[in-house]
């Protein structure tokens, strides 16, 4: 432009100087670094290849999944389903203790005697109902037990 | 085009040339189509990229090169086309609008360990980084480069009178930027 004196005056004072500047033997190199990455688009990644960069992040994203299951969701399922377990037999051998205690308090005479006398078919008489309830019974719990 | 072009481009299309060839070529123009990179993308590394991008679409696609240009604003147009493309992406990257990637640029230029230049220098190159990127393009091409009008216009696919307009309202901008710092 012939008048950038007239129309741009502080531009046209500038120097056109490049200011910038590249690595040392960068021009050098470049041809050399360039035939090399032709090279490799010359041998293209082979099919296997293609197959396993493609699958690449579909298995990242399974051994992430995996790896997450393994350091909270196992330990975590382990450690509360132990718990629980220990607590169920903690119970069951609390029952079991008590009975057993019951049953070491029985001698073997009381306890025969015991099922003896579930075999006792013994009668009475409703004279004898009506008297041994009239003694042991009030007219209340008679009142509550009947259904009106 | 150039006798010395027609030839480079005969041998890279025959098979037993074109290695030998195309290194030639290479050689021949990577420093040019460094310097326009560089302008565009500010950054050494980046423009290393691109410079690679570029000249291997030249590879792949010499076959396909008409010869209706000439070689050297047929090589300035991939390697514009493959900076924008760069560009954009960046753009797409950080969920920038599309036609805003100057503080992406502006920080390349702040930190660039490569930069040389002076006060004044760095002035202008920032001057230049707000223009908007076709007028930016322009202005480089012109000012620094020297491209005739014609040429660019087969660069960027656009009219001389487009590129005349472009690059007088740039030269405007970038004078009242001047003038502002001094």
Known sequence: MEDLNKIAPNLSKQKKENPYRVPDNYFDDFSARLQTRLESEKHPIPEKGKVIRLLKPMLGLAASFALIFMLVYWPLDKFLSDNVAENITEEINTVDDHYLSMMESIDEESFYDLLEQQEITEEYSDDELISYLSASVSDYDIYLESDY | ?182
């Open chain 2, 1 to 182: 085009m150039l006798n010395e072009d027609r030839e480079l481009i005969a041998n890279i299309k025959q098979e037993d040339t074109k290695e030998l060839a195309f290194q030639e070529l290479v050689k021949k123009y990577q420093e040019r189509l460094y310097w326009h990179i560089r302008k565009i993308v500010m950054n050494h590394e980046d423009t290393d990229d691109i410079l690679q991008n570029t000249f291997i679409k030249v590879w792949k696609n010499i076959d396909s090169f008409r010869e209706e240009s000439s070689l050297f604003t047929w090589l300035y147009r991939i390697a514009t086309n493959e900076s924008i493309t760069f560009l954009n992406s960046k753009k797409r990257k950080h969920m920038l609008p599309l036609t805003d990637v100057s503080d992406y640029l502006m920080d390349n230029l702040t930190s660039d360990p490569y930069f040389e230049g002076d006060r004044i220098q760095m002035e202008l190159q920032k001057a230049i980084l707000l223009l908007p990127e076709k007028q930016r393009i322009v202005f480089n091409l012109k000012y620094f480069e020297e491209m005739k009008y014609e040429d660019m216009a087969q660069v960027l696919d656009t009219s001389v009178g487009a590129l005349k307009a472009s690059y007088h309202h740039a030269v405007k901008k970038v004078e009242a930027y001047l003038k502002n710092v001094e």
